[in-house]
């Protein structure tokens, strides 16, 4: 079965630090990864897709098929950095999304 | 901060009544979910609509129905048959197969 797996619930680091969020799948197709945000008080919006293979607010992510990972990182975390995120797997031609269970990342200053 | 809005914001329950949950999008969105979030557990899909008139069971659909009688509307109605309704609900909806889903500010439903 399609799997999304975030093996961290939380992650802490200081101001300044780089920033590692895990994401790990398993699917047997061609797979599109998403990361998503959820800052205090706002609504889960999308942080980046691979397909873009962009860099969005300093985060950037790349899909290692070898390994199945799609980790989410940073080189210097900002206090405004603190938030849930959720990796994210769609599947082939249908429109649903599976989700992790979340990492909440909280920068200290 | 329009595009996608979940009405109410709070919902209270009695255990064994049915209530239904909103969700209005004008982003003339064709795809629609319903997810349920709960602590450590991520976001769990419910139920999705691709088409007016059409939808899928998601994951949990156990205890819950939808419509989609209209392109903007996928109304949720939590059941009495659902054991554990108690939690966040969050509507979403995207544009095109695999696109980025845009969320609903969401419902926090409590059974008492």
């Known amino acids: 079965a399609q799997r999304v797996t975030q093996p961290e619930k939380l992650l802490s680091v200081f101001k300044g630090a780089p920033v590692e969020l895990k994401c790990n799948y398993s699917?047997?197709?061609?797979?599109?990864l998403f990361w998503y945000v959820q800052y205090s008080r706002q609504r889960l919006q999308l942080l980046l897709r691979?397909?873009s293979r962009e860099s969005i607010k300093g985060f950037t992510a790349d899909l290692n098929k070898g390994e199945t990972s799609f980790h989410l990182k940073k080189p210097f975390a900002q206090e405004e950095d603190s938030a849930m995120y959720y990796c994210?797997?769609?599947?082939?031609?249908?429109?649903?999304?599976?989700f992790g269970t979340g990492t909440r990342l909280q920068v200290f200053p | 901060d329009g595009g996608i809005t979940q009405s109410p914001k709070y919902l209270f329950r009695k255990e064994g009544q049915n209530v239904t949950l909103s969700c209005e999008q004008n982003?003339?969105?064709?795809?629609m979910y319903w997810y349920r979030q709960d602590p450590g557990q991520g976001l769990r899909l419910i139920y999705y609509?691709?088409?007016?008139?059409?939808?899928q069971k998601g994951d949990i659909a156990e205890g819950y129905s939808v419509s989609r009688e209209k392109k903007e509307s996928f109304p949720l109605t939590v059941t009495s048959a659902q054991k554990n309704p108690t939690a966040f609900y969050l509507c979403?909806?995207?544009?095109?197969?695999?696109?980025?889903?845009?969320f609903g500010p969401g419902t926090r439903l409590t059974v008492l």
């Open positions: 979403a909806s995207t544009r095109l197969k695999g696109d980025e889903q845009f």
């Open positions: 699917y047997s197709g061609s797979p599109e």
């Open positions: 691979h397909i």
């Open positions: 994210a797997l769609s599947e082939d031609n249908t429109d649903k999304l599976i």
């Open positions: 982003l003339n969105h064709d795809a």
């Open positions: 609509s691709q088409i007016v008139n059409d939808f």
